[in-house]
Structure formats: structure tokens, C-alpha cells
């Protein structure tokens, strides 16, 4: 008799993208302003030393510093990395350097890529300069790259007042992580529990706890959770939130509620949206059921079941 085979772990690509929106201070506005321009400035710090790129406030003594200064575009490798496959919104679609660079000028150095045909070309103490991009408009990619360069250092770093018209204020970024994500044998569980519509938790062998998602161990005992619990479907709001702001890409109107739902028989509470309900109506206690859509692979919202609101004592170590 041959014993059955363990079910596959799941894998999948992973993305995470947002755009990250940040205003910026007086050193940082003229920092990429004057990138705009053709201009690096650097900012000049209590004991004298000039950092590139500028930061508000001094490493040593952590006070406020302003004192800016413009510093040369042609300066020296420290040290370098090879980059032979290029990854999507890199500086460059073909292998380069990565690259620190002490400016002429400057005391730091900044990290950038260097166009270069082969690491064989690449050394420490070489000289570079900076190749401008063809349309600036404010950010470290108005420097597309570093290119090498010949000529011996001749700058030094000259005062600046940091003055620009049309400063740029504000910048987008976008932030972007790809993984290969494998959510392990507990929350594989979980996960094909879903495509049939059930939802599964793990108890702990010593606290009894259920819990929903498994983690595949109690984070209280620091034992494997092994054995297998249905739960729900139903459940109790133990608390929750009014969202009053639209999500890019969502297509939720305004303002809809999202709740921790304690479902009957697990031990943790998961998040969800709560639906078929006025927003100013959900409350604490208040029995809930998942809703389904056609080949979801998780409830598209909770809605109430129409039972009376659950006694407070009976969830109040969920919330």
C-alpha cells in the first residue's frame, strides 16, 4: 500500500507596485530642480565636508543644515559592481556598472550606473562624468548615466543659493517588487480550501487555538499547527473602519466599510468587506456571511446574516 502523496506547495509570481508620492524640503527641491538645470548641488555640513546627494539634516550633529553648494559634474569612481542582466527601469537596457561617485567637490559619494562596454573597462579611481538626460524634469533620472571621462579634476565645490524658477516641489516615484512567493504547506491549505468555497485554520496542540489563515505554528506556544479546522462560514464584526478615500484600480465606491471578522470557531480574526448594508449602519457584534462570485477565488465581501448582534463577552478577546 502506497501512501498517499503530500499536496503541492503553491507558487506564483508576485508584484507589489505603488506609486510613492513625497513633497520635498528646501535642500531636496533645489537638489532635483538644479538637476533640471544641469546643476549638482551638494549641501555643506558643520565640520566643513560637502554631501552629495544633499541631506536636511547633519549625520554628526543631526542639526538643520542649508548651506548648499555647487559641485562639478565630472568626478571619481570608489567602487563598482557589475550588472550583466539589467532588470525592467534600470538606468540601462544593456549590462553596466553600478557605481559610486565622489564628484569633484564633494566628500561622498552618489550611486549611479556607468555605460561601459565590459567590467574589463571598469576600475576603481577612473574618471567619469555625467551624461544629462535628453528631457530633465526634476528627478535622479535627469542623470540617465555616467560615461567615462578623461580630463583630471579642476572643480570645487562654489557657493550656491539654491535658487531656481519653477522649483519642483513634489515627486511621484514608482516603487515595484517582484517575488516568487510560495505561501508554504499551511496556507497552501488555505488557499485550495477557497477555490471550494471553505474556509480552513489550523489549532494549536497545546493552547487549542484556531487559527485563520494558518501560520503553520502558534505564534504563543512556538509549535507546528498540524491539525486541520473548518470554520465560519459565518461570523462576528469585532471592529472596523469607515474608508472614505478611493484606491487607484478599485472599483469600490465610496465610503465602504472594511471589518476584522472573528469567524465562528476560529481564534483570530481575518479582514473583510463588509456589504448589504448602509456604511453607517455596521457595527460592532454584528453577525456577517461571505458572498461569493462566479469563480472567485476568495468572498468578495461579507454581508449580514439577519441573526441578532453577538453578545460583546462572546468576541471580545478577538478584537
Known sequence: MTAASPPEVLRAPLVVEFPFTRSLGPVQSAFLTG???RVVLGVKTADGKVMVPPVE?????AEEIRELVEVGATGTVTTWAWNGSPRPGQPLGTPFAWVLVRLDGADTAILHALDAPGPEAVRTGMRVRIRWAGERTGAITDIACFEPHDAEATEQATPHDGQFADAVTGIVAAARLDYTYSPGRSQTAYINALADRRTVGERCP???KVYVPPRGACPTCGVATTDQVEVGPAGTV???CIVNIKAKNLDIEV??????????GADLALHGRIGGIPYDQVRMGL???PVWTEGGRHPDHYRPTGEPDADYDA?????
Request: glycine residues 0%.
Open 315 to 319: 468576541y471580545k478577546e478577538l478584537i
Open 57 to 61: 539634516y547633519d549625520p554628526v550633529t
Open 238 to 240: 469585532t471592529t472596523y
Open 255 to 264: 465610503p465602504y466599510v472594511y471589518a476584522h471578522i472573528a469567524l465562528d
Open 35 to 37: 538637476l533640471r538645470e
Open 287 to 289: 453577525r456577517v456571511e
Open 206 to 208: 497545546s493552547c487549542h
